[in-house]
């Protein structure tokens, strides 16, 4: 025995099964290690291998987790936009990185001593929770503490980084207790700040509950008869849309900068925000922060104080404490209003008059109507299956705004770093997360480009995994910036201005993955539905317009200085005609709104 299998053996003692890797000699005792005790399962790519134990772990619904490992130099170099997403989104996520011999390493005194020698404990530290250099053998509670405080409270990467020479040395003398310090009682908030937002709740007439991702699927899944019950309108932020299906009876939309717009509009009106579990960031509050619930309060429930303290948007009562155990104890003490019912009526009102697609989008005859299309996935869907929208571009924002969630279905995305790529790689790990579910892919050609290879993976681990792939001929984002700002000056974007993309239909056959280019009048039938309802992977080539349209959507403006205005939340593009505008503005006065939001005299 070396000590490579002993750690191996205490990973999968903290609920470890799967090891997802890029071989490397740096590596070579470790991945000998690990290759009989847990599912190992090969990428092309140390970031996508990075991207899907992230994704695994936050959808397997604590039947294991999946960690990466990686070897020195490139090997941990490419994982650093991954670890860098996860850390903003405060997702759990292991990396074990090798490392030359110790008697190798630079130390700093020279660029590089050992072949493929790069720093990784400096790199990584920005973007981690806890970074552990493994130099000689190291016993169980140093290793363990380390992992564990990825876990909780706010969640966020680990990288160990291993010297080869100590992978190969002897164990350490270990009875498997170790000194580990005893698991912190979860942290609630003070009861004389449950009292007070139960005061405040009290007097509200349009509360809004925003639960975000520090509201566990299980949590809300649990309460759902409780919200119920209370009666307070339920709003999901992009990182919880899973946590109510879209047919709950308190269901109220998802709120964001590229938000559905009749979410955004209730928001804005609201007298009384409980923002529970979501760190308020500016894609949630918009970038016009101080137009954020002009009219009402806002509490805001975190386990990170730096959170309740950054200074935007405005909080009325910040209160550090675990999310999921506020909510049960606000619901437990919280009292039926009667006013709350007109309140509901009138977000019934709002959300009939608002429709997802929003009436001014157009597409081309040749092409899919990509609103149309989503809000019927989840229809479509069965109600335990998977979506992963991409994390950028058109088919990341039709997907949130259009998708209406059922059942027990998952969706996951990662917008933090908006990194193209991200949702080929997710999807491969939400998909070994969650084996016997489909999993259903929304991804644009541009972002898909960027991690294709991995497309290899999905076949040879025969994956339900059905990528709908957006062909909007590259990237439709930069496309429309470059129309709305810079006149229509096209570079990068598309393949008339060099950007190279693929056959897809013969890239899908040279991986052996069934194929179909969906016809706009058919929809998911035809071809398309037999690949859907078959049990391997498929790849459905979606035809989008290039000019396509993607309403509503928050405007910006550039000023004589060079800076970026928004504006708030409820102001979206294109802007409503008067009559609409006056029944769902009722709360706002819309004939009295200046672009801040705020009610002028």
Not at 136 to 142: G, I, L
Not at 264 to 277: I, M, T
Request: glycine share 10%.
């Amino acid at each position: 025995m070396k000590y490579s299998d002993q750690f191996v053996d205490w990973l999968a003692e903290e609920g470890y099964t799967h090891c997802f890797f890029v071989a490397g000699g740096n590596i070579m005792h470790l991945l000998d290690s690990v290759r009989s005790k847990m599912i190992c399962v090969p990428f092309v790519h140390e970031v996508a291998a990075t991207i899907a134990a992230e994704y695994f772990t936050a959808t397997s619904d604590d039947r294991g987790k999946a960690f990466v490992l990686v070897t020195a130099g490139p090997g941990l170099t490419n994982t650093l936009t991954g670890m860098a997403s996860a850390w903003m989104e405060s997702r759990e996520l292991l990396i074990v990185g090798g490392q030359v011999k110790r008697e190798d390493l630079s130390r700093g005194e020279v660029r590089q001593r050992g072949i493929q020698e790069v720093d990784g404990a400096v790199m990584a530290e920005s973007v981690c929770k806890r970074v552990l250099r493994v130099e000689v053998p190291t016993d169980r509670a140093t290793i363990v503490e380390a992992i564990r405080d990825g876990a909780s409270p706010r969640q966020g990467p680990v990288f160990i980084e291993m010297p080869l020479d100590a992978q190969a040395a002897a164990p350490v003398a270990d009875d498997g207790s170790g000194r580990l310090a005893e698991t912190p009682a979860v942290e609630r908030v003070p009861a004389a700040g449950l009292s007070e937002a139960l005061e405040m709740l009290a007097g509200a007439e349009r509360p809004v509950l925003l639960l975000g991702a520090g509201v566990q699927r299980s949590t809300a899944h649990a309460l759902s008869d409780e919200l119920t019950r209370v009666g307070i309108p339920v709003m999901l932020t992009w990182n919880a849309a899973d946590r109510l299906p879209a047919d709950h009876p308190l269901y109220s939309g998802r709120p964001n900068t590229w938000g559905q717009r009749y979410a955004n509009v209730l928001l804005q009106q609201s007298d009384l925000v409980l923002a529970v579990g979501t760190r308020l960031g500016l894609q949630q509050s918009g970038f016009a922060w101080d137009g954020f619930v002009p009219n009402g309060s806002v509490v805001q429930v975190d386990i990170d104080q730096a959170e309740l303290d950054k200074g935007h948007p405005h909080v009325e009562l910040p209160l550090r404490g675990d999310a999921n155990a506020f909510l049960a104890d606000l619901l437990a003490a919280a009292s039926i209003q009667a006013a709350w019912v007109e309140w509901r009526s009138f977000v019934d009102v709002v959300s009939e008059a608002l429709p997802l697609n929003d009436p001014a989008n157009q597409t081309g005859d040749a092409f899919v109507k990509p609103f149309e299309l989503l809000m019927g996935l989840g229809e479509l869907a069965g109600d335990q299956d998977v979506i992963i929208p991409c994390s950028s571009g058109g088919a990341f924002t039709v997907a949130m705004q259009s998708i209406q969630l059922r059942g027990q279905q998952k969706m996951l995305t990662n917008k933090a770093v908006a990194s193209m790529g991200y949702g080929l790689s997710g999807a491969i790990g939400a998909s070994l997360a969650n084996p016997g579910r489909r999993t259903f892919l929304i991804e644009g050609d541009g972002g898909f480009a960027q991690n294709l290879q991995e497309l290899g993976t999905v076949a040879v681990n025969k994956l339900p995994l059905k990528i709908l792939l957006f062909a909007n001929d590259g990237y439709a984002s930069i496309r429309m910036t470059q129309r709305n700002y810079f006149n229509g000056s096209w570079i990068g974007c598309d393949v008339a201005t060099g950007l190279g993309l693929p056959n897809w239909e013969i890239l899908a056959a040279a991986y052996g993955v069934p194929y179909a280019k969906m016809d706009p009048e058919v929809g998911f039938g035809g071809n398309v539905g037999e690949l859907l309802a078959t049990d391997g992977p498929a790849l459905i080539e979606v035809p989008i317009d290039p000019e396509q349209t993607y309403f509503p959507k928050i405007m910006s403006a550039v000023q004589e200085d060079g800076s970026m205005k928004s504006n708030p939340l409820h102001l979206m593009h294109p802007e409503l005609d008067e009559e609409t505008a006056e029944l769902v503005f009722a709360h706002l006065n819309a004939h009295a709104l200046n672009k801040t939001g705020k009610l002028t005299a």
